[in-house]
């Protein structure tokens, strides 16, 4: 085994992580409440389909499709190269955005499903109370539908932090830049150093379980509080 | 209650039906009563502002007057801004707030906590303040549903089929519990409900709704006597109806009874049903007016009453004792001809 193991891939997953499941958690909750209100069925399920193709495509295919949008050529890519000089492609925000773009699928449906599971008489009943649309969405739905939502917010937490594909596609394996935990895992076995891959490996296991474990357990917790 | 009055005039294209509804409320309870899938509770999301209706108005007039609803004038108020309260069927109480949660969320900030003691007391459920929904029973949730209504202040309570999902036993006791709680309420309060008990027992008017459109509409207890159409008598429990031929003006045949009938009434020519109510049969002798053969009669014992099938389709059910198990038919029974109701169809 390597003495001097590179510790700089756990904190760029960590980073990426933690950024990307912030970013999907509220994007996945805003575009689940606004299909969910949609009434023309056409288009709910045309919507539907978009966002949810992430999690049906192969991963390279959803990078390939990132790559031609935000690399330096790509319409995104090309805009803040020519404003703000900084390249998307290939750098650290890359692997926020596979992260992103490959979770959101899973808790945008988680969110949409706890939403749909929520009486819809209790929002009328909001309403007839006096109670405003955004006091209802927090108070009524969002608070509802928590269990729902914190399971999808598990989910797409361990997607965004095993994501490999789109990862290599758009943001590379650049060593203490894009290297996260699965392309660690990847470049060590190439490597033929099993005893880091190991490690990497063993890391990995930990975190993504006490990320569910805690999670878990404040989902569960609430439901009986309601109950008995 | 002067002058006081609920103006409501809509029409909504459904699936099924189109919902046509008028009826200007100024008794403070009117109950709408119909088959379930009639549109009645489409009327009452309607004039909550849940549900828009395509065309009409709705406007309530007290102190002043409120415009909810103006499909000429382009006036539609949100249900926030409406002050109707909805009593839902399942209470639709939010699980994730506590009792005292749920009654507080319709009150404004200023005078919230006196309000929410005073409704916790009057709707006896002190010591359930810091329980949540899931863990009451059905009767202490309705309370609770109540409490949270009465706390918002409304002008007018809805009231959807309240009773629907319970059990005998607890729907009896609930419904005395509703009415003593709608007692202290001034304003207007409309029942929704396919039951005719309920609304006999809650309403001082009445509608009664088929398929959309409003098929009879009086004091309750008129139309309950006087039901004038043949869905009216069957929704408001008349268990015997039969097609007729009209043989004079006085005299008629029942053709799904084979018998043949003296009324009180002129038949005129629009009559073609007659209805007998199931208690309105009597023991007689051979010679009387409306006489019945009660020859290969079935006789059912309930609780209170028996229930008797003469040959020909006709219920008829006679008051009984607890205690009382022997019951001898009795060869013969009339009708009064005053007690047969004529209907069109």
Known sequence: MDMMMDWSPISISMKTASLSIFITFFLGLIVAWAIVKIKNDTIKIALDGIFT????????????????????????????????????????????????VMSFPLMYRSARGAFEQVDSNLLDAGRTLGMSEWKIFWKILFAN????IISGGILAYARGLGEFGATAMLAGNIAGQTRTLPMAVYSEVAAGNMGDAFNYVIVIVIISFIAIFIMDFASIRKEKQWKQ | MINKSLKVNIQKELKEFDLEVDFELKKPCLGILGPSGCGKSMTLKSIAGIVNPDNGVIILMDDNETTYFDSNKKINLKPQKRNVGYLFQNYALFPNMTVEENVAIGISKNDGDKTVSDMIKRFHLEGLEKRYPGQLSGGQQQRVALARIMAYSPDVILLDEPFSAMDTFLKEQLRIELVNSLKDFN????????????????????????????????????????????????????KNISKIEIIDDYHLKSIDWGITLEVSEKITPNITHIG??????????????NVIDTINSVKLEMPFEWEITLANGLWWKRDKEIHDHEFEIPEFVKVDPKNIILLEE
Do not use: M
Not at chain 1, 145 to 148: D, I, Q, T
């Open chain 2, 187 to 238: 304003g207007f309060s409309i029942l929704v409900t396919h039951d005719r008990d309920e609304a006999f027992q809650f309403c001082d008017e009445l509608i009664i709704l088929d398929e959309g459109k409003v098929i009879a509409r009086g004091d309750t207890h008129e139309v309950f006597e006087n039901p004038g159409k043949v869905q009216v008598a069957r929704l408001t429990g008349c």
């Open chain 1, 145 to 148: 539908a928590l269990p729902g």
């Open chain 2, 276 to 289: 007998i109510r199931a208690h309105d049969f009597y023991p007689a002798d051979k010679n009387d007016v």
């Open chain 1, 53 to 100: 193709l992430p999690i049906v495509l192969p991963p390279t295919v959803v990078g390939f499709f990132l790559l031609y949008i935000f690399g330096v050529r790509g319409p995104i890519g090309a805009f803040f190269i020519d404003f703000f000089a900084v390249k998307i492609a290939f750098s650290w925000p890359a692997t926020v955005i596979a992260a992103v």
